[in-house]
């Protein structure tokens, strides 16, 4: 499956931002999907992660209460709704999809990745 994120930019603090990412070339509704983010000089960072159905999902601490993910499977999307942002939120983030796996499945688990969108939040 190849994956396309859109979405970011530059916001505010306390700003909000909808990430959408767009899968083609397999089927969407089998792959449980994630979004990842990279800070400058950090590793890449586990997100929120959402099951095939959209019903179950995992949150990173740090976002909880904050971001929402969703996905529509007629669309192809997955989509990350990024409310309150902070600062420390700027990264480039990347959706990624794992076929096999959960929403509980570590990184090296997602095999498929899309290029990242730069989020930048500004204090």
């Known amino acids: 499956v190849q994956l396309q994120a859109f979405g970011g930019g530059l916001v505010q603090a306390g700003g909000s931002l909808r990430l959408s990412c767009v899968a083609s070339g397999g089927t969407f509704s089998s792959y449980t999907m994630g979004w990842f983010r990279q800070a400058p000089g950090k590793e890449r960072e586990f997100v929120v992660s959402?099951?095939?159905?959209?019903?179950?999902?995992n949150y990173a601490d740090s976002v909880k209460g904050r971001f929402t993910v969703s996905r529509d499977n007629d669309k192809n999307t997955v989509y990350l709704q990024m409310d309150s942002l902070k600062p420390e939120d700027t990264a480039v983030y990347c959706c990624a999809a794992t076929l096999y796996g959960t929403i509980h499945s570590p990184l090296a688990d997602f095999r498929s990745w899309g290029q990242g969108t730069l989020v930048t939040v500004s204090s």
């Open positions: 959402i099951s095939r159905s959209g019903v179950n999902t």
